[in-house]
C-alpha cells in the first residue's frame, strides 16, 4: 500500500520560511498528482497546493498564491512546498496526498493517499 511520509515542519517566527518535502514508500511517488492540505483542530481540511505529474501545472488557494510554491523532482520521487512569507494563520498540520485522477482536485476525497502529516507552528 502506498504511504507518503511528509517532512520539513517546525517552529518559525512571521514572516520566516519551511520547505516541506513529501515522498512515498513502495512506488514512486513521480506517477501521481500530489496536493498539500492543511489543517488546524475542529477545522476542516483544507486545499493549499496542487501539482502534475510532469510539475509543468500547479494550483495554489487564494490564501498562499504569491508566498507559496511546489515543486517536484520525479528523478528522487519528492514533492517540495516551498512557504515563504508565513503568518500566524498558517499555523496547521500540513499533509500531502496523491492521486492517480486528472486535473486538480482541491477535495479531500479526491485523492487516494495520505501521509501522517507534519506540524508548521508560526509564532508572531
Known amino acids: 500500500q502506498e504511504q507518503l511520509v511528509e517532512s520539513g515542519g517546525g517552529l518559525v517566527q512571521a514572516g520566516g520560511s519551511l520547505r516541506l518535502s513529501c515522498a512515498a514508500s513502495?512506488?514512486?511517488?513521480?506517477?501521481?498528482?500530489v496536493g498539500w492540505f492543511r489543517q488546524v483542530p475542529g477545522k476542516e481540511r483544507d486545499f493549499v497546493a496542487a501539482i502534475s505529474q510532469s510539475g509543468a501545472n500547479t494550483k495554489f488557494a487564494d490564501s498562499v498564491k504569491g508566498r507559496f510554491t511546489i515543486s517536484r523532482d520525479n528523478a528522487k520521487g519528492a514533492v517540495y512546498m516551498q512557504m515563504n512569507s508565513l503568518n500566524p494563520e498558517d499555523t496547521a498540520v500540513y499533509y500531502c496526498?496523491?492521486?492517480?485522477?486528472?486535473?486538480?482536485?482541491?477535495?479531500?476525497?479526491?485523492?487516494?493517499?495520505w501521509g501522517q502529516g507534519t506540524q508548521v507552528t508560526v509564532s508572531s
Open positions: 513502495g512506488r514512486t511517488l513521480s506517477n501521481y498528482r
Open positions: 496526498a496523491a492521486r492517480t485522477g486528472v486535473g486538480h482536485a482541491v477535495r479531500p476525497s479526491e485523492y487516494d493517499y
